[in-house]
Structures are given as C-alpha cells and as structure tokens.
C-alpha cells in the first residue's frame, strides 16, 4: 500500500503545456519508470483507470487554464460562492454572486461559534458595520438581533468592497515569457 502511494506522490496526473505547440498534455510528475509502460500507469498509481479518462475528452485546455474545474467537472463560474435568492433579495438576479458569508446556517454551526471575522462580514452584507475594537460578545449580539429581524441582505452595488468573494484569477495561467516559463 506504501509502494501505492509512494508512486502516486511521485507520478501524480498533471498537465504540462509544450511551449511551441501550445498543446496541453496529461503526463506523470515526473518520469514513469521505464519497466511501467503509459497504459499501466493508473494502476501503476493506485487509479482504477488511466488517469485520461477522468476527463470528458483529450481536449485538456479548459482544465489547465481552469475554465472547468476538474474535481467537480464544472465551469469554475459555477463554483465561485452562492448566489442571491429570493429570500436575500428579490431585485437581483439569482445569477449574482451573495457577498461574502452573507447566507450562514445559524441552526448548523450557532452565531456562538462562529469566529469574529466571519460575523463581521455576515454584518457588512447587511450594511451594518462595527468597530474593530467591538468585543466579540458584542459583535454575536448584533448578529443576533439582526438574525431576529431577519435583515434582508444588500444588493451587490451597496455592498462594500471588503465583502466580495475572490475568485479563481489568482490561478490564471500569466506568461512572463522569461527562462522559467517553459514548465
């Protein structure tokens, strides 16, 4: 079993892009050993199947630039947060982004445990602020009161910049074209 996943470490799928065909190919970490043909590779690794047909075709360029996340096969739009619903508000679409933990499960995981900056920001969607030195039972009798009145959550537009969801751009492929881009 070691042996496993000793050689998955070392031989795990990933995509490798040839710089003078721009043609993105599946391959091993590193280097298969030479006894271990392609075909053997995904039970090589401990796969039920070649680590190929995981993928909906050969067509890989939509996976190494993220377009389509590849754990969840789905476009990476789809996966960047919940969006809005009737319930939060009924003048946006349902295909905008919700603000940052602005839709939390109190009956799930209670205001009482929930850390400080999380409250904040489930606040700041209501445009509720409060100052950082605001003492955290303090902050989850806010949250409280506010979950009581059942606080209808802003539009996107009145919603401040500190409460938006990062998306999947700081995985964007950036090419700076010198000595370390061809990897």
Same mark, same amino acid.
């Given at each position: 079993?070691?042996?496993?996943?000793?050689?998955?470490?070392?031989?795990?799928?990933?995509?490798?892009?040839?710089?003078q065909?721009? #043609?993105?190919?599946?391959?091993?970490?590193?280097?298969?050993?030479?006894?271990?043909?392609?075909?053997? *590779?995904?039970?090589?690794?401990?796969? +039920?199947?070649h680590?190929?047909? %995981?993928?909906?075709?050969? #067509?890989?360029?939509?996976? %190494?630039s993220?377009?389509?996340?590849?754990?969840?096969?789905s476009?990476? !739009?789809s $996966?960047?947060g919940?969006?809005?619903?009737?319930? #939060?508000?009924t003048s946006? &679409?349902?295909? &905008? $982004?919700?603000?940052?933990?602005?839709?939390?499960?109190?009956?799930?995981?209670?205001?009482?445990v929930?850390?400080?900056? /999380?409250?904040?920001?489930? $606040? $700041?969607?209501?445009?509720?602020?409060? @100052?950082?030195?605001?003492?955290?039972?303090?902050?989850? !009798?806010l949250v409280?009161?506010?979950?009581e009145?059942?606080?209808? /959550?802003?539009d996107?537009?009145?919603? @401040? +910049? @500190?409460?938006? *969801? /990062?998306?999947? +751009?700081?995985?964007d &492929?950036? !090419?700076?074209?010198? &000595?370390?881009?061809? *990897?």
């Open positions: 079993r070691f042996s496993k996943v000793r050689h998955l470490i070392k031989h795990y799928p990933v995509f490798k892009k040839c710089m065909t721009n #043609e993105i190919h599946l391959v091993p970490l590193t280097p298969l050993p030479t006894d271990i043909s392609d075909d053997d *590779w995904g039970d090589y690794i401990g796969f +039920e199947k680590p190929s047909t %995981y993928f909906n075709s050969r #067509e890989y360029k939509p996976y %190494y993220m377009s389509i996340v590849a754990s969840k096969n476009p990476r !739009e $996966l960047l919940p969006r809005y619903s009737q319930r #939060e508000s946006v &679409e349902p295909t &905008e $982004l919700l603000p940052l933990f602005a839709r939390l499960d109190f009956d799930k995981d209670p205001i009482d929930q850390p400080t900056p /999380v409250l904040r920001a489930h $606040l $700041l969607a209501r445009g509720l602020t409060s @100052p950082q030195n605001t003492s955290p039972d303090k902050l989850r !009798e409280h009161s506010v979950h009145v059942k606080r209808k /959550v802003m996107p537009s009145d919603v @401040p +910049e @500190p409460a938006k *969801w /990062v998306g999947f +751009e700081p995985l &492929e950036v !090419e700076i074209g010198d &000595e370390f881009d061809d *990897w």
